[in-house]
Structures are given as structure tokens and as C-alpha cells.
């Protein structure tokens, strides 16, 4: 989901060399543990920096460990008219060449900063290697460097297809005219033998990713699997690229929900201009925060077919991001005292977000409020309350993304879509909790007198629809499957078969 933690930002160093804006994906709440106060946001992955040694320059590996999900890191130290410079590479989010900040290298310890994302390593040389200490946001994780780069895990992902495909494949691109023309590029798969075929756009959950929803850390690429398996049953589908992302053009930045809507609507026109698929037919498949984005397009758009929503809230945004936040730190192991109060921080940090609308005042409020706890002698947790904390939380609870999201109920849509509607969730999902999101939707639909719909809640799945046990976030790429073969089944059928 575009939902994602605080601390990633891979957005942030859009504009750094190299950097080819990867996945978000849909990751929330990733680094909640047991002492950090974390806000929750929707969505993606953390990209961390790194160190250097002593004297030696050249390049280092790395890898960061966090919730069981393993990140690479290669630094490349250089010297330069006697100042030290790093570079970072990411190579499971395929970031590469980002310019570290500063490099600053006494006697054996060596520290590297990335000032822009707020991230620090620093470590010392001994033995050949770097062993040192990981920092972002005042969250803190070990890290060694070695001279190694190891070998490159192997994984399997055998549901992702392989030539030759039994349908055409086609590079489509379309304009967004109301997001001043940007040109966004997708790819249109159609069944072979099946004439004026029905057709769904997929949308991507929360952060910049590419039309096939990739998930680099993790090697899945959901979206590619879905569509090939939609087209094999007879179904076309279009999926594209994130603005600014792969080959479309436009920015992430200071973008909402609401103009990535905007998106999907040039989408639908397009498909509106082909004269070989079903014009009246054209349905729209969400997952995560594409499950809000879907009905927002729905509630506009009476001509839209059909509508399934994956993992779709079904209620606040605030409510959301909570209920995310307290089934990680449970996962997680989180405390009962710890949890409550992070609990109580957020509910009152986005209760700031719905009733004040001025930006630089709320930014005020949220500052107030967080210096009152930390100066509070009664509080025991005052002493994560930093400067730095305080500073993120500003940062992230201000940004236009978040904060729409938080005042954003998807009812007030859901309550406008009269076209048929499938709407999933696991049992599992511990990003998008399935027992309050699909009552939500179920709600919002019958106020809008829709009797077109099915609502189920899919057994041992989590938010990727993955058969899995405990819908932890450390499963995810643990997991050799990308997509149940019964949630498929169950789309592909209501689409061709059961709608309405």
C-alpha cells in the first residue's frame, strides 16, 4: 500500500543519480519494535547508508537485517584531494550511485552520513572488517562491512510466466491531461480467440512502483503474475507504471490519492479508444491503497464495469494506519505498555491532522504537543521523544500523501459505486485488517443501495494474498508463492462468470 513507515524514503532521493524509484510496496509500520515510537504510513522499504574503514578505500558490503527481511549495501569509498566520498548502491531496491552526505574517517572508526533521509552508519575497522551500527529516525541496527560481496540469494518465484505467452502483449502509453500532460506506460495483454475480451486496470497499493507492483526485496511481482493469469482466463488487462516511475513520466512528490486517481481515469479513457476489447466492460482491480483509488474512480465514472477490490480499507485512514500499527507491534512482539502508547500518541497525532487544516499551524501543534510529552517528569517513555523523532514525525504527518490519507474516509466513495463489486481480504492481512475494512466496504456500498456485490475474507492469506501463518511482514519474501492460486481463481471466475 502506498502506506508505508516513516523512516522509507527512497522518494526523498528521487532526484539523486541513479536512482530508479523502486517499490514501495505496501509494507507498513516495517520497523515498529518494542522501544520505538513509530507512526504508521501505508507502505514500503527501507533504503539504508553506509561506512567506510580506517584507510582503506574501495567498495564494502553490507547487509541490514530488519523484521527478518534482508537489504543489501554496497558502499564505494573514494578519496579525494584529501576529502573522503561515498556513494550508496541498494541493490535489492535498485538504487544505485546515491552521494552520501559526509564520510568522516579518525584513526579506526569511520562515519557516513545521509543527511537527507536522516540516516547514519558508523563503525570501526578491526580485523578486516567494518562492524559498526546502523541508524535512521532513532531507530538503531547492527550492521558489518565486509570486503565479500557474497553470493546473490537464490529464490524461486515459479508462478511468474515464461515465454511463449498464449496472448499478445502489447507497450500501450496514454496522457494524463489533467496532471499537465504527462505520458504514462503500461502494458496491455489480450487473449488470443476471445473477441471484445472484458478488461481490468490494475492499481498499484501505496509508493512509487512499476506496472508489475514489484516488491525488489522481497523478488516478487505480483502484478505480473495476476495479469497473466486474468489474460489466460479470457480476460485483457492493463497495468502501468506509477507516475514517475519506469517509463512514465510526472513526480511522486506532493501527490495524493486523489491525483493518482486521476491517473486511472486517463487510463480508462484510453481503453475507451480501443476498438478491440469490450467498451462497456472495462473494470478496475485495486490492491491496498489502489482499493481506495478504485472506488474514488467509480463514484465518478458510472460507465465503469465492474470493480474488485484487494485488500481495499474499508474505513478511515487514521483507523487504518492504527489498527496496521498495533497487529505489526503484536507480531513483533511489542508490549502491552508499549503498544498503548503508541497507540494514544497516534490517535492524538492525527486527530491534529483532521481538525487543523493549516499546514504551518499544525506543524506547530504537533511540535507542542511532542515537546509536552517529552518534558513531561511522569512519562517513561519521554526519553524516545528526540529532536530527531519529533522532527520526522512533523515531516511525514505534514506531507500532502499522508495527510490526505488520514482525513480520508473511502465510505464517502464506496457510497457512489452502484457497478458490481468483489472485494477480498486474508485473514491474515496485517497491513489492511480484514474484519473492520470489508464491513466498512459492505457499508459503504449498501448506502449507496448497490446489491451487486460479493465481500469474503480468504483464509490463511496476508496482505499480498500469499498463503501464509502468521501474516508477519517477515514472511513475505519467505515465501515461494507470489499469488494464491485460490484468490486468482476466485477473481478470474467472477469476472468471466459471476458478476452482478
Known amino acids: 500500500m502506498r502506506l508505508q513507515i516513516i523512516a522509507s524514503s527512497l522518494e526523498e532521493l528521487i532526484s539523486e543519480g541513479g536512482l530508479n524509484k523502486p517499490l514501495k510496496y505496501k509494507v507498513m509500520n516495517r520497523l515498529l519494535a518494542k522501544k520505538w515510537i513509530i507512526i504508521s504510513c501505508m507502505g514500503i522499504l527501507l533504503i539504508p547508508f553506509g561506512a567506510s574503514a580506517q584507510n582503506l578505500l574501495g567498495d564494502w558490503y553490507g547487509t541490514l537485517e530488519v523484521q527478518g527481511m534482508k537489504l543489501r549495501i554496497v558502499f564505494h569509498i573514494q578519496k579525494d584531494s584529501g576529502t573522503y566520498k561515498t556513494t550508496m548502491d541498494s541493490p535489492d531496491q535498485g538504487a544505485k550511485g546515491i552521494a552520501c552526505s559526509a564520510t568522516k574517517v579518525e584513526g579506526n572508526q569511520l562515519e557516513i552520513a545521509l543527511e537527507k533521509i536522516k540516516m547514519r552508519y558508523a563503525g570501526q575497522f578491526t580485523g578486516g572488517v567494518i562492524k559498526g551500527t546502523f541508524?535512521?529516525?532513532?531507530?538503531?541496527?547492527?550492521?558489518?562491512?565486509?570486503?565479500?560481496?557474497?553470493?546473490?540469494?537464490?529464490?524461486?518465484?515459479?508462478?511468474?510466466?515464461?515465454?511463449?505467452?498464449?496472448?499478445?502483449?502489447?507497450?500501450?502509453?496514454?496522457?494524463?491531461?489533467?496532471?499537465?500532460?504527462?505520458?504514462?506506460?503500461?502494458?496491455?495483454?489480450?487473449?488470443?480467440?476471445?473477441?471484445?475480451?472484458k478488461v481490468v486496470i490494475l492499481i498499484s497499493g501505496s509508493g512509487p512502483q512499476n506496472r508489475d507492483e514489484e516488491v525488489k526485496a522481497f523478488h516478487h511481482r505480483p502484478f505480473l503474475v495476476w495479469s497473466d493469469y486474468l489474460t489466460r482466463q479470457g480476460i485483457a488487462v492493463l497495468r502501468f507504471d506509477d507516475r514517475g516511475v519506469g517509463e512514465s513520466e510526472g513526480s511522486q512528490e506532493g501527490a495524493t490519492s486523489a491525483d493518482f486517481a486521476t491517473d486511472v481515469e486517463s487510463a480508462v479513457s484510453y481503453l475507451r479508444t480501443r476498438k478491440d476489447i469490450g467498451f462497456s466492460q472495462i473494470g478496475l482491480m485495486g490492491h491496498s491503497e489502489g482499493g481506495l483509488i478504485a472506488?474514488?474512480?467509480?463514484?465518478?465514472?458510472?460507465?465503469?464495469?465492474?470493480?474488485?477490490?484487494?485488500?481495499?480499507?474499508?474505513?478511515?485512514?487514521?483507523?487504518?494506519?492504527?489498527?496496521?500499527?498495533?497487529?505489526?507491534?503484536?507480531?513483533?512482539?511489542?508490549?502491552?505498555?508499549?503498544?498503548?502508547?503508541?497507540?494514544?500518541?497516534?490517535?492524538?497525532?492525527?486527530?491534529?491532522?483532521?481538525?487543523?487544516?493549516?499546514?504551518?499551524?499544525l506543524k506547530n501543534k504537533i511540535q507542542e504537543y511532542l515537546l509536552s510529552l517529552r518534558t513531561n517528569p511522569n512519562d517513561q517513555h519521554a526519553k524516545e521523544i528526540t529532536d530527531k523523532m519529533i522532527e520526522t514525525q512533523v515531516h511525514a504527518l505534514c506531507s500532502p500523501w499522508l495527510n490526505y490519507f488520514i482525513r480520508t474516509n473511502p465510505i464517502d466513495y464506496l457510497s457512489k459505486v452502484h457497478c458490481p463489486v468483489l472485494a477480498l481480504n486474508g485473514d491474515k492481512d496485517s497491513q489492511v485488517?480484514?474484519?473492520?475494512?470489508?464491513?466498512?466496504?459492505?457499508?459503504?456500498?449498501?448506502?449507496?443501495?448497490?446489491?451487486?456485490?460479493?465481500?469474503?475474507?480468504?483464509?490463511?492469506?496476508?496482505?499480498?494474498?500469499?498463503?501464509?501463518?502468521?501474516?508477519?511482514?517477515?514472511?513475505?519474501?519467505?515465501?515461494?508463492?507470489?499469488?494464491?492460486?485460490?484468490?486468482?481463481?476466485?477473481?478470474?471466475?467472477?469476472?468471466?462468470?459471476?458478476?452482478?
Open 135 to 197: 541508524s535512521q529516525s532513532g531507530m538503531e541496527f547492527p550492521m558489518v562491512l565486509s570486503r565479500e560481496a557474497g553470493e546473490e540469494e537464490v529464490v524461486r518465484r515459479p508462478q511468474e510466466p515464461a515465454g511463449p505467452l498464449p496472448y499478445s502483449a502489447e507497450q500501450v502509453y496514454f496522457v494524463n491531461k489533467s496532471a499537465g500532460g504527462i505520458k504514462l506506460a503500461g502494458t496491455l495483454t489480450i487473449p488470443k480467440g476471445v473477441e471484445h475480451p
Open 295 to 361: 472506488p474514488m474512480v467509480a463514484a465518478k465514472d458510472q460507465g465503469i464495469g465492474f470493480m474488485v477490490l484487494l485488500a481495499g480499507p474499508g474505513v478511515a485512514g487514521d483507523v487504518v494506519l492504527r489498527s496496521q500499527a498495533n497487529r505489526i507491534g503484536e507480531l513483533s512482539g511489542g508490549t502491552k505498555d508499549v503498544l498503548e502508547y503508541n497507540d494514544r500518541l497516534r490517535a492524538k497525532l492525527y486527530e491534529l491532522v483532521k481538525t487543523e487544516p493549516d499546514t504551518g499551524l
Open 433 to 500: 485488517l480484514s474484519e473492520m475494512n470489508l464491513k466498512g466496504i459492505k457499508k459503504g456500498l449498501q448506502l449507496a443501495g448497490n446489491n451487486h456485490f460479493r465481500i469474503e475474507e480468504m483464509k490463511d492469506l496476508n496482505h499480498l494474498f500469499q498463503t501464509c501463518k502468521t501474516g508477519g511482514l517477515e514472511e513475505y519474501g519467505k515465501i515461494e508463492e507470489t499469488v494464491s492460486p485460490k484468490a486468482m481463481e476466485l477473481v478470474a471466475d467472477w469476472i468471466v462468470n459471476g458478476r452482478g
